[in-house]
């Protein structure tokens, strides 16, 4: 009899273990992960044949740049020598066809990016890529763009195309980028280009601008 009830209770126990067990391994629910926004390519082979009309027969350049259109205006050609954050009025065309491309379409958003050469002040040179930049934004805000599809960054000299030991190379260096992406990456792009200054070396006090404004 104790045999008995010995075995009925082991098998009872038995049973609530593999139950307790059951229970054990029932899966928890998932945490809900916000998904990425999944954007098509498709915008860049409806857009860069727009861009190149826009721009047609100015200083502009039009390239692809992993999954962005990018516009490039030169410094010299496009700002006033003697006033080197001011438009001059040939470069008002090109910019305000641009931004008729992209205002009515509000999945775009658009980066503006100015750029210097490495000639004078490291701080002066950013201020001025930014004033620049800022002249073009300017015309993109007339055209209706909001902050959201609308920012704005000067670059300094942190991002040279061609060696600064020439002059024909700080001439490529100064210039201002306008960068076309979807409209929810923009964020996520500007924090790329604002990334921390790498240390620069001890620039002399005698600051050298006449260079930039050319």
Request: hydrophobic fraction near 45%; include cysteine.
């Amino acid at each position: 009899m104790f045999a008995d009830k010995t075995l009925a209770l082991a098998f009872c126990l038995l049973i609530a273990g593999c139950a307790g067990a059951e229970r054990d391994t029932k899966p928890m629910p998932l945490a809900k992960v916000k998904a990425q926004p999944q954007i098509s390519a498709a915008w860049l082979d409806d857009y860069e044949p727009r861009l190149r009309e826009a721009i047609k027969d100015s200083l502009f350049e039009l390239e692809r740049r992993d999954d962005v259109l990018v516009v490039t205006a030169p410094v010299q050609g496009s700002f006033n020598p003697d006033r080197p954050h001011m438009l001059l009025p040939v470069t008002l065309g090109p910019i305000s066809r641009v931004a008729k491309v992209v205002e009515g379409d509000k999945s775009l958003a658009v980066l503006v990016l100015g750029h210097a050469d490495s000639s004078g002040v490291l701080e002066l040179n950013r201020e001025l890529s930014d004033k620049r930049a800022r002249a073009f934004t300017a015309i993109f805000r007339l055209s209706g763009l909001k902050q959201d599809r609308l920012m704005v960054q000067g670059m300094g000299a942190n991002m040279p195309r061609a060696s600064n030991d020439s002059a024909q190379g700080r001439a490529r260096n100064r210039r201002v980028e306008i960068i076309l992406t979807p409209q929810p990456t923009l964020r996520a792009l500007l924090a790329k280009f604002s990334q921390p200054v790498p240390a620069e070396q001890v620039v002399a006090k005698r600051v050298v601008v006449a260079d930039q404004a050319k």
